[in-house]
């Protein structure tokens, strides 16, 4: 009795520029991909065989080029190749890559493996919240699983649900039925969150339904509005051993999810860039985040922008500020000579004077080290460059990069809603509503192959 285990993910915005390259992917294969999974002590518990494939994931990031997507998927095809008779395959995606000419990387690669593999064989997925599910993934998937946490924290659960029923399906002799339903509603990721209503009521009655013992999983997908494809928008998919009981539940969820599409804002104060950056310098709070929610590179942009780093030098230059992590890997190579506490002229702000702060390390997306970072001073303005696109999600990636960040009364960072590990550093958060390739404006996206009617660019009326 043997499962494959592999993983590979990098959600994609189709309106970024920069596509990832091989390198953005942390890689690890064979025995090494347990370091990164869940799930092995599961299977091993119950007697099975564990043969791992690959684990490739990179931050989001633009399209995926199809040789890029060839790279990896070939490498887990091969592995199914090698072993035909598999009782079972686990992937850990995260169901909203996108790939030129082919789309969802998820929905082509599961075609090719049920290929290969024997029909008795059962496919259990985890997947993220923000995955955008096509219509077909379930004529390929026996078991979906996604995250219940937004911002996520539930990644080793999620995963350890969907071994834990693809375990108990394969000994109970269950071919389970996934029912999935679209939901035309596709809202501005960061105003959704599982901590606070309406999300969290309908989470917690997921929980509620995978108590029941004929609910096997039950999932809301919120969707990811930054792909422009056929299956973007949010979803409800329900997993059980009866066809009708799982179209029953997803169905209901579906339309109390629908029911809900007005009730959801921004969670802490949104505001132009400018009305952000006045009202860090004018609050009285201890530290203030401004997240730079069209630049987020958690969403796939760039990190590039320098937008909200000349308002800080236009309206704040005496505050003491750090702007993390600005993509600019000619400002790192090119002044990566320098010793700390030289002084340089940085053309990119019209040729203005810094002073090298310090050389340091860019923390990548699963917290292994990936590359350099340089930080400059502007005065009492520090600005952290990357050589790569990067992520300041907690105080790891300020420590890494050789700055503290308890020493800043404003931070900037390329977010949207501040990642749980950052809250407890920021006595007050400002969501900076940015232009670039995570706008959370849907209406500013042009937006053209989605599904329409699509709420809220639409207004209709809608039942599952
Ligand atoms: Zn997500």
Known sequence: MKIIVASFQCESNSLAKLRPSISDFEYFRGEDIFKKLAVRDIFEEKGYAVIPSIYAVALPSGTVDRNIYDHYASQILNTVRDNPDADGIFIFFHGSMHVEE??????????????????????????????????????????ISGFKTVPHTDQRECQRRAANALCYCLENGIKPYTYIQRVPFLLKNDTLQTAFEPLKSLIDETLLLESESDVLTANLFLGHCWIDAPNTSASTVVCAADKKRAELVAKDLA????????????????????????????????????????????????????????????????KKTCVAGITNGEIVNGFWGTKDGDKVQLSLLGGIDA??????????????????????????????????????????????????????????????????????????????????????????????????????????????
Do not use: Q
């Not at 995955?131 to 993934?137: M, R």
């Not at 997240?291 to 942009?301: I, K, R």
């Not at 590990?421 to 232009?435: G, I, N, Q, T, V």
């Open 102 to 143: 082919i789309g969802s990387a998820e929905l082509n690669i599961l075609k090719e493996i049920r290929r290969i593999v024997n029909p008795e064989c059962l496919i259990a997925l985890s997947l993220d919240a923000h995955a955008n599910i096509t219509d077909e993934l379930s004529d390929y998937a026996d078991i």
């Open 255 to 318: 339309n109390k999810l629908w029911a809900t599409r007005r009730d959801y804002k921004f969670l802490c104060e949104a505001e132009l860039p400018e009305e952000c950056v006045k009202r860090a310098v004018d609050g009285e709070e201890h530290r203030i985040f401004i997240t730079d929610s069209g630049d987020n590179t958690t969403a796939g942009a760039e990190g590039d922008s320098v937008d909200i780093l000349k308002l800080i030098l236009k309206i704040a230059p005496e």
């Open 355 to 464: 002073t090298v702060k310090v050389h340091g390390e860019i923390l990548g997306w699963t917290k292994e080290i990936i590359g350099r970072s340089l930080t400059l001073s502007i005065g009492n303005v520090d600005v952290v460059f990357t050589e790569l696109r990067s992520a300041f999600i907690e105080k790891g990636n300020f420590d890494k990069a050789g700055v503290d960040l308890l020493s800043y009364r404003i931070v900037v960072v390329k977010l949207g809603y501040l990642f749980t590990e950052l809250k407890p550093f920021a006595d007050r958060e400002l969501f900076a509503l940015s232009d670039g390739a995570s706008c959370v404006e849907l209406s500013r996206l042009g937006l053209k192959k989605i599904i329409r009617p699509m709420f809220p660019l639409d207004d209709f009326e809608w039942k599952a």
